[in-house]
């Protein structure tokens, strides 16, 4: 991750000047673009499996919406809002190890983007082209696992000792990641297009899945978060043939690397119309006073 992104101010002095670029180009810009788009999700973490394939197995469906302003012309300044759901299985995974650690999760993703981009097209009639686009995204996520048959939620139960005596700091629900987006566009109908493309976020967090460094006292554990908290926890195949807990300390997952997630989208989106660029401009002109005009 950005080494400067890891400061709050430097953050917060991002976002700001993000939105002043926005709020300074508003008069300039050339033209408006509107979209909406599903999404197919999937995650790359702690409990997704090692094959790339396998990752994929794990789509989830999601949506969109975007509005885009153009800065000058080929780049634009975009607001986008995305909803979806990631999650991973030990039990899905090709490596022994995962599986017989047996954790899962599943959690909920509601992203809000700022992204600078630029819309590159070979024909001057802008009919077909690319885009490409980066920027910051703030998401809240919670992640959560299935136990007896109900939606247990994870964070709140400290499963790596989060908050606890000896364990790490507890870890929040609103983040942020950086998104690397590429993608098509073609004009099916005047203003009209037709889009896809893929967007892929390094978050700045590695407990999308609730899983990062190691196994905390489950005594302790119980004693201060109930039996649930230790029941998810450690879920490991051992435990129904009375092996009991993992010891504190043993490696539960792999804090040096953040988990990411991508999103595949398809999507329409609406040109409102531009003043001198090559693409559609808007056909509705100012009457032109002729004789039967003139009483």
């Excluded at 992104?5 to 976002?15: D, F, G, S, T, V």
């Excluded at 499996?49 to 300044?77: N, R, T």
């Excluded at 017989?100 to 819309?119: H, K, T, V």
Aim: aromatic share 12%; hydrophobic share 35%.
């Amino acid at each position: 991750m950005l080494p400067f992104l890891q400061n709050e101010m430097c953050r917060r002095k991002l976002i700001i000047l993000l939105i002043l670029i926005l709020s300074f180009n508003l008069s300039r810009a050339q033209s408006v673009w509107l979209g909406s788009f599903v999404t197919g999700s999937s995650y790359f973490g702690d409990l997704a499996p090692f094959d790339i394939k396998q990752s994929f197995s794990q789509i989830h469906k999601g949506y969109g919406l975007y509005v885009s302003k153009e800065l000058y012309e080929g780049a634009f300044f975009s607001f986008v809002f995305e909803h979806a759901v990631i999650s991973g299985d030990d039990k899905q995974s090709a490596a022994e190890s995962r599986r017989i650690r047996n954790l899962n999760f599943q959690s909920p993703l509601d992203c809000a983007s700022l992204m600078l981009g630029y819309r590159i097209s070979p024909f001057r009639s802008n009919a077909i082209g690319v885009k490409v686009a980066t920027g910051l995204t703030i998401f809240k996520f919670d992640p959560q696992t299935v136990l007896d048959g109900h939606l247990i939620r994870l964070q709140p139960l400290s499963t790596e000792g989060q908050g606890l005596p000896g364990g790490p700091k507890p870890y929040a629900l609103i983040n942020y990641s950086i998104p690397i987006q590429a993608g098509l566009y073609y004009r099916i109908y005047q203003n009209i297009f037709l889009e896809t493309s893929f967007t892929f976020y390094f978050a700045n967090t590695d407990y999308l899945d609730d899983v990062s460094t190691s196994y905390y006292d489950s005594e302790t554990l119980r004693q201060l978060k109930g039996e649930i908290a230790v029941r998810v926890a450690d879920r490991h195949i051992g435990i129904e043939t009375g092996q009991g807990n993992y010891p504190s300390g043993q490696i539960r997952g792999n804090p040096k690397r953040n988990d990411q997630f991508g999103f595949i989208k398809l999507g329409v989106s609406m040109n409102l119309g531009e003043k001198n660029s090559g693409s559609y401009r808007s056909k509705v002109k100012c009457p032109v006073l002729g004789k039967s005009h003139i009483f």
